[in-house]
């Protein structure tokens, strides 16, 4: 089926491409570049890449309440669908409006729950993501057995070794520090610049138009 | 986006209102191949599927009851042109499916360029000429008119019909079509079948003489107007009929197949004999897979399943069950083999391969049958072989070889247009890649289960999805298109290529998958008894639970080990390892952070960035820490901000733990800043509007107009990216330092923007340690008042930290009130406890939680150094020799340069340095002699470590042992003479000694762990 | 920013704008051969078995969003979302499509409906099937109501796909409990590395933003493939020079 070009799918395009060259030449340009700048400049793209930013930015936060509404939305229709487990979308929304309540009636109380509460909660799923990592390296070569998962089980075992703080591992430090200065280093920024590239290349695509996945 | 995967299927092949209906017997064949999507009506999909694509029932034997259903609709010749639109100015009528059907064309009008379009012609007219043109046929025949006599010339199909070229060639007006008139009423611009014409039975595509394959199967892609051509015909379905779009050489199909450019010798070598492209597709037992997009193939399937309905997503196109050694996969294989055997096909290359032939075991059709494809393909040769030869494709799955079809000797053919590399282009373009099979060919070799086997609700699923639109209407936005002229969005999928295939060497079966195939085989052995067939197939479809309710022991164990191993130093037991050193290096990053906050002044506003979250709080609180409680300690105000909401309660919760602090005075809780790098770029230039008031929205009462208002600026940060944000975004607009506390797993990374925007770096818990020690060291200073400027100095007579402090002494005896009785201080053990203060002065009260306060209710400073805004030492005490005629000496004993500071502390700045051996003459030692107050060589006066001097009088040599120390400091145990430290000593990080030693022992256990689990598991493997 | 930096800036993205516009006309004409990558090939076989079994498949963003680095991964990522949705349009159940940042919501849901209205399939999509849970870059309250909702909703494999740090380890190892497939990949080196080893088909850095080349038939998206291996091999080429400039001007 051939669908016609429609106007709304042409503006927001057009919206991403403009909003798009006069983000990256507000930023991008500077006062150095001659003719360029000056035409940045005297065109007021800076202060328009600026706002926006700014309009960027208030956007995003706005959608906050959208994902509450989401989040809402998802616990109140499991309960109504009786889905498994529901019990814990119930207290979900109980707790959601009674922190809500606490902090209207006391600004103070938000602190309080967060403290004692959130970041407790995290704390204790960060102690467990420590058994969680210890396993996941204790077997991944009941996973995955090849030399790949060797070397990769060798890596982590030197990198730990090296950091005991013990006389005995000087060598093995020595040779940690080396793999973390080097190899990995090498890697890591190896990875890094691959996502950069890609990142870069699908930015350049949405510059100008070929990327177009966010329209109807 | 990309379009629907399975868009290639050629839909635009299919009827647009498909019935399987078989009311209409009559034998007119089904040229539902040649009509295009018509509207909107959801397609169904021919369930009798023949041809390359499935969709060529003209393929089919007429007089078997599988003929497909042909209505009115099927002749139909609006494929022909684009019934909704004009075509554009100068623009070449598009003919055919591929509108390339040159050779329909009037060759008279047979011209290079493309040839105008008169609207007022008759659509078939403007065909047949563009037809003949582009084929450059010269056949000496006037373009059709259906209104001369000329048009009797043509066979009775495409006469009547209207001259109006406004109006669609419809059913309607043309008389009912027979295909046996194709053939004896072939115009003079059509050859004539003769008797020559090669047997259906012994009918091969060898014998097809490719030199002659119409435009139609070898589309030029250079050309523009292709695309146009389907844009405006198919829209968003262009995709589709790209499959044939040329590709490589620029010829069609070809494209797919052409061994230039998609295959080298060795991938030829490894090819099984039915070779590549179509071959292997058709090829039950091909080496190759198929990607799996590339569903043109997908219902080519073997006899045996063409009764059945596919999905459009199921695979029958060629292997049989006999073939195959793996049933259907249930569920995803497991990745449960070694990546390094991810690339082996070898359980392929069992598979044997069945001989394909081009003769047909079958009846041969009827000669007189009707084959489009074969006779429009045959035209143009001049041999005498055009036939319209019925095939059976029940054979012509097992029979034809695509390979001599689609060989390379298309290349020969390529159009004088052929599109050809780029000069930008290097040649090794196409071939990107490693030269592997690049289809999702695991998927392929399922076999599809038989219908039988679905149940119910699989069964509706299929049936709801031959309804579907299988097709993506992307959109064709031409005003887009023209910007960048000749993009589409077409393109066929990868080719079948030959190698290995990169996913298991060999299928592992679950068991569950293993219980499934015995339990088709069971349905099998039950053919005849149905209740065991029902409750089999019940069986089978039932899905498999999923939660395992049974106790993992392997992670029990894991993590009670752990547990233990991080609990046990913390009562005293495996306190394994050395403590970090209780100084940084000198001019080391961590000293430079260190010394970044210690030239703060009192009323300075520092701009701390809290940018981590709970899963590093454990590292990086403790950093968070040292750093606020000096920021403190020197009387700057912190201004808490992050991107992250957590880090800004985190950071604010330390910041509260410090007494004595007023908020919105003392310190700003400035907020969360959204957005993350775009939200700190605009911080940066609306730092007013985001500091004028604080997390809970009060006002802060700051007037800040830049960042250059601060006097340094802190973060730490748990990624390297919030890190990299502050670096890249932050310290280039401003010329204030940035240091850094970062955690552990960061730090490797973070080093490249030392000394390119981070001033100076802590890392993680080891050296928060050692900051806190040096904290314990400091003296406060007095915090201004609100009117108070950042150039005022605090008095000297009370150095007190904050008015509670003083209030409210709980002083125990000071240390060293008879300072002249206090032994000299032996060096520290490792397992010294960690309660004592450095410079012995009394401590604090217990109301500071987080600060080693050294405050003194009376001060009577007897030294007041000069040029210091930092309050003096204690009262100093005269050296222990009497005699003034004596002078002490003493040998600087150190690894390495080792500072002299204004003051006995190391809070105190250096004011110098001195070279290890270097000999001082040493003045005066404060009252619990640990701090010598020297004169260098150069006049140089100032306070060093007692530990690091070596007296020339023996008896003043504080080492019993007679151990050099260096400079990797180990903190000194308490004077014995000294009262114990207060019980309720504040410490900066409560159990740090203890918490070290269960990161040591934790880390040596985990090891070990890990370690002996994977030896285990390898060894158990390899058994 | 100095003059230098914003020269190199301005030539960096009209190179990789003209590498893009040549490499997307080749990619129309010739056919580029892809490695083979096993996530991607076992894309259908997930679908498939979500469709057989009637549960929904888990994707997931992770804390990808559109205001930062990220914002260009969430659009790589929501092209292989939109694939695999299109693929399991024809089964019962919709896949659930999770993220940590509500700027991602929208364009979540969006993806979702497009996927299923190209199938003409819209009546099987609801917008509960995309859900936000709180909050932000590594956050365990996300990773332990992923965890949950594993077992909850049922789920069939998970595709982690995004940006992940060390929390990824808490979702796979849930998913490794229930015996979940799983595909994963991250633009954090932690999560990456988490995704290899816990993950059955890992990706590796750049490649979720070929799943348009591997998944789809789109010429562009071959020629972005196209793009970013030319411009690997010019950056290939620019250190090795400034390797080569650098060591001798210090010999």
């Keep these: 089926m051939r669908r016609s070009t429609n106007f709304w799918s042409i503006l927001s395009v057009a919206i991403t491409i403009s909003a798009g060259i006069i983000t990256v030449l507000g930023l991008l340009v500077g006062d150095q570049l001659g003719l360029l700048s000056t035409l940045v400049t005297g065109l007021g793209i800076r202060t328009q890449a600026t706002i926006l930013l700014r309009i960027a930015a208030i956007t995003i936060a706005l959608t906050l309440f959208i994902g509450i509404l989401n989040l809402l939305a998802v616990h109140v229709e499991r309960i109504v669908t009786r889905r498994s487990n529901a019990f814990y979308s119930v207290a979900l929304i109980l707790s959601f409006f009674l922190v809500i309540g606490m902090y209207v009636v006391q600004r103070a109380s938000g602190f309080v729950i967060l403290q004692n509460l959130q970041i407790s909660i995290e704390s204790a799923l960060a102690a467990l993501l420590l058994f969680a990592l210890v396993y996941g390296a204790a077997t991944i070569t009941r996973r995955r057995r090849s030399l790949t998962s060797i070397w990769f089980v060798g890596v982590v075992l030197i990198v730990l070794i090296g950091a005991i703080p013990l006389g005995e591992f000087a060598v093995v430090t020595q040779v940690r520090d080396w793999l973390l200065t080097v190899p990995v280093n090498a890697g890591a920024r190896g990875i890094l610049l691959g996502i950069a590239l890609a990142t870069l290349v699908a930015g350049v695509r949405v510059l100008i138009g070929l990327e177009r996945s966010y329209r109807e | 986006m990309g379009n629907d995967f399975d868009n290639d299927d050629l839909s635009w092949l299919r009827r647009p209102n498909d019935q399987d209906d078989d009311s209409n017997q009559d034998e007119q064949p089904d040229l539902d191949w040649l009509i295009g999507d018509q509207g909107n009506a959801p397609k169904q999909r021919d369930e009798k599927r023949l041809g390359v694509t499935g969709e060529l029932p003209w393929l089919r034997d007429r007089d078997s009851d599988d003929q497909g259903v042909t209505s009115e609709e099927d002749l139909n010749f609006d494929w022909m042109s684009d019934p909704t639109s004009e075509p554009k100015q100068g623009e070449q009528r598009r003919l055919g499916v591929t509108g390339q059907l040159n050779w329909l064309q009037d060759p008279t009008e047979a011209t290079e360029e493309a040839p105008q379009v008169n609207a007022r012609k008759s659509a078939i007219e403007e065909q047949i000429e563009a037809a003949e043109r582009a084929a450059g046929v010269n056949r000496n025949i006037e373009t059709p008119n259906f209104d001369d006599e000329e048009t009797s010339a043509l066979p009775s199909w495409l006469q009547g019909a209207e001259a109006d070229p406004e109006d669609d060639l419809t059913l309607d007006d043309a008389p009912e079509f027979n295909f046996e008139d194709l053939v004896s009423e072939n115009p003079d611009w059509l050859p004539t079948p003769t008797a020559t014409n090669t047997p259906v039975e012994s009918f091969n595509f060898d014998d097809l003489d490719v030199a002659e394959t119409p435009d139609w199967l070898r589309v030029d892609r250079a050309s523009t107007d292709d695309d146009d051509f389907f844009n405006d015909l198919f829209g968003d379905q262009a995709d589709e009929v790209d499959l044939f779009a040329g590709q490589s050489s620029g010829t069609g199909l070809t494209g797919l197949l052409n061994a230039d450019d998609v295959l080298d010798e060795s991938d030829e070598a490894a090819l099984a004999p039915s070779g590549t492209g179509l071959t292997g597709l058709l090829n039950p037992d091909a080496s190759t897979e198929l990607d799996s997009d590339f569903d043109l193939f997908k219902d080519f399937g073997d006899p045996a399943s063409e009764d059945e309905e596919p999905s459009f997503d199921d695979f029958d196109w060629s292997f049989s069950e006999d073939q195959l050694e793996t049933p259907s996969p249930v569920q995803p294989v497991r990745s449960s083999s070694s990546m390094d055997e991810l690339d082996d096909l070898g359980w392929l290359e069992s598979l044997e391969a069945a001989p394909v032939t081009a003769s047909s075991s079958k009846t041969p059709p009827k000669a007189d049958s009707i084959d489009v494809d074969s006779f429009l393909a045959s035209l143009g040769t001049g041999s005498g072989n055009e036939i319209i030869p019925q095939v059976d494709f029940d054979d012509l799955a097992n029979t034809i070889d695509f390979e001599d079809l689609f060989n390379d000797d298309f290349d020969q053919l390529q159009s004088p247009q052929e599109e050809t590399p780029l000069p930008l282009a290097p040649d090794w373009l196409a071939n990107v890649s490693v030269g592997e099979v690049s289809a999702s060919a695991i998927v392929r070799k399922q076999q599809d289960r038989p219908l039988e086997d679905l149940s119910d609700r699989l069964l509706a699923l299929r049936e709801e999805g031959l309804n579907l639109n299988p097709t993506e209407t992307v959109e064709n936005d031409l005003a887009l298109a023209n910007l960048i002229p000749d993009l589409t969005d077409a393109l066929p999928p990868a080719p079948i290529q030959p190698g290995t295939l990169s996913i298991t060497n060999q299928l592992k079966l679950t068991p569950e998958q293993i219980k499934n195939a015995q339990l088709l085989a069971g349905i099998a052995s039950l053919a005849g008894d149905a209740i065991g067939v029902e409750a089999l197939r019940e069986s089978v479809a039932k899905p498999r639970p999923r939660l395992r309710l049974q106790l993992k022991i392997g992670r029990l164990l894991i993590a009670v080990v752990v547990l233990i191993a991080v609990i046990l130093p913390f009562f005293g037991i495996g306190q394994i390892g050395e403590l970090p050193p209780g100084l940084f290096p000198t001019n080391s990053p961590e000293q430079r952070v260190f010394d970044q906050i210690d030239r703060l002044q009192p009323g300075q506003l520092v701009l701390f960035a809290a940018e981590y979250g709970a899963t590093s709080a454990g590292d990086l609180n403790t950093v968070s820490d040292v750093l606020l409680n000096h920021i403190v300690l020197r009387g700057a105000r912190p201004v808490i901000v992050s991107t992250n909401p957590i880090g800004v309660l985190l950071a604010s919760e330390r910041v509260t733990r410090i007494t004595g602090l007023t908020p919105n005075t003392d310190y700003y809780i400035g907020g969360y800043i959204a957005g993350e790098s775009i939200g700190l770029r605009d911080f940066s230039e609306n730092l007013r509007q985001l500091t004028s008031n604080d997390l809970q929205g009060q006002s802060t009462g700051l007037a800040l107009n830049s960042l250059d208002d601060f006097a340094l600026i802190v973060v730490v940060a748990e990624r390297l990216e919030s890190a990299r944000n502050w670096a890249e975004q932050i310290a280039p607009i401003t010329n204030v330092p940035i240091t850094m506390g970062i955690s552990y797993s960061a730090s490797p990374l973070i080093m490249p923007y030392l000394n390119a925007g981070i001033d100076g770096v802590i890392i993680g818990y080891e050296d928060a340690f050692t900051y806190s020690v040096l904290l314990e060291g400091l003296e406060g200073v007095d915090r201004p008042t609100e009117e108070a400027t950042a150039s005022e100095t605090p008095t000297v007579e009370t150095p007190i930290l904050a008015t509670p402090i003083v209030e409210t002494p709980t002083l125990a005896t000071p240390i060293a009130e008879t300072p002249t009785a206090t032994p000299i201080p032996t060096l520290a053990s490792p397992t010294a406890q960690p309660t004592t203060i450095a410079t012995g002065e009394s401590i604090a009260t217990a109301t500071v939680d987080a600060i080693i306060i050294i405050a003194t209710e009376e001060v009577t400073p007897t030294l007041t150094p000069e040029n210091t805004v930092i309050p003096p030492s204690p009262t100093p005490i005269p050296p222990t020799p009497t005699d003034a005629a004596t002078e002490t000496f003493a040998r600087v004993n150190a690894s390495q340069a080792v500072n002299v500071r204004e003051g006995a502390g190391l809070g105190f700045r250096p004011v110098g340095s001195v070279q290890p051996g270097e000999r001082v003459l040493v003045l005066e030692a404060n009252s619990d002699q640990t701090w010598y107050r020297v004169r260098l060589a150069n006049d140089l006066e100032g306070w060093i470590l007692g530990t690091l001097l070596d007296f020339e009088d023996d008896s003043t040599n504080w080492d019993d042992e007679g151990q050099t120390v260096y400079i990797s400091f180990i903190r000194q145990s308490p004077p014995t003479s000294t009262p114990a430290p207060i019980a309720s000593a504040p410490e900066l990080i409560p159990y740090r000694e203890e918490r070290w030693y269960a990161m040591t022992l934790g880390i040596s256990v985990i090891v070990l762990i890990i370690a002996v689990v994977n030896i285990f598991n390898l060894i158990r493997r390899g058994r | ?251």
């Design chain 3, 1 to 251: 920013m100095d003059a230098t930096t914003q020269v190199l800036g301005l030539l960096v993205i009209v190179l990789a704008l003209s590498v893009t516009m040549i490499t997307t006309q080749i990619a129309r004409r010739r056919r580029a051969l892809l490695r083979p990558i096993p996530a991607y090939q076992m894309i259908p076989e997930f679908v498939g078995f979500a469709i057989e079994s009637n549960r929904p498949l888990q994707l997931s963003f992770g804390s990808a969003e559109l205001t930062g680095p990220s914002t260009l991964l969430s659009l790589a990522s929501a092209e292989l979302f939109y694939q695999i949705a299109q693929r399991n349009a024809v089964g019962d159940v919709a896949p659930l499509i999770t993220m940590s940042n509500t700027s991602l919501l929208p364009f979540g849901q969006d993806t979702l409906r497009r996927a299923y209205q190209s199938r003409g399939r819209i009546d099987r999509f609801r917008n509960t099937n995309v859900r936000w849970y709180p909050a932000g870059a590594r956050s365990l309250t996300y990773a332990a109501a992923i965890a949950s909702i594993m077992g909850d909703d049922r789920v069939s494999a998970n595709v982690f796909a995004g940006r992940f740090g060390p929390e990824l380890a808490l979702m796979m190892e849930a998913g490794l409990r229930r015996d979940l497939p799983s595909i994963a990949v991250s633009d954090q080196l932690e999560g990456q590395a988490i995704a290899f080893v816990f993950a059955d088909y890992p990706l590796i850095g750049e490649e979720i933003f070929q799943a348009g080349a591997y998944l789809s038939d789109s010429a562009s998206q071959m020629g972005q493939t196209i793009t970013i291996d030319l411009l690997r091999w010019v950056l290939i080429a620019a250190l090795l020079i400034l390797m080569g400039l650098s060591l001798l001007n210090g010999v």
